[in-house]
């Protein structure tokens, strides 16, 4: 019955594992899109929650420093009009950052932004590991960027995991951390709700 069950699975976690999709926006469009946001620098773990199971879906990191760049490992968050370099989009303006939070927050999936105030050499040092990082393979949003946080000074805390829960869990414990959630309109009888706008300035 096990050999079975192996037979079943294994062809679905392949898929999970499957080779990693490379995206490279011509330099034109990069240089366009480029967007230095106002706010001092900071990084932010976005982490997508299933309402009913409680589990988490996907891990990103909104990345604050001489631009602001969303990395997105694995993501499925895609725009003709938004630059992307092997999982990093180009260019987090207001707009795009309200796009990238509403695409994920649905009926079954709220959203929740923790956010962390860096020095700027904290925020350029995180800059250059997300560029530098490469696409990422499947299933692994949540271990590729705690991966990286735990290269950043004041994030020895967060573990490497494969959980985008327990790397929400673990990046809470930073001090000075500030936590938004977003839910569908769906959900909000006043509709969407923005509770950080400085994401959307």
Known sequence: MKRVWVAILLPMVLAACGAAEPVWAPDE???????????????????????????GGHTGLVVNGSQRVIFDPAGS????????????????????????????????????????????????????????????KKAHCARSTTAILRQLPGFGHVKQTWYPKQAMEAFAKTPGVKTEVFRDPVEEEGGYVTPNPEFFR
Do not use: C
């Open 77 to 136: 968050f895609k725009s003709p009009q938004v630059p992307e370099r092997n999982d990093v989009v180009i260019g987090a303006n207001p707009r795009v950052m309200a796009f990238y939070i509403d695409y994920h927050a649905r009926p079954e999936w709220r959203v929740i932004t923790q956010e962390v105030r860096v020095s700027p050499e904290v925020a350029q040092r995180a800059l250059a590991l997300v560029q530098n990082n490469g696409a990422v």
């Open 29 to 55: 469009q990069v240089k366009r899109a480029r967007y230095s946001h106002a706010a001092p620098p900071s990084l932010t773990l976005v982490t997508v929650i299933n309402n009913e199971s409680g589990a």
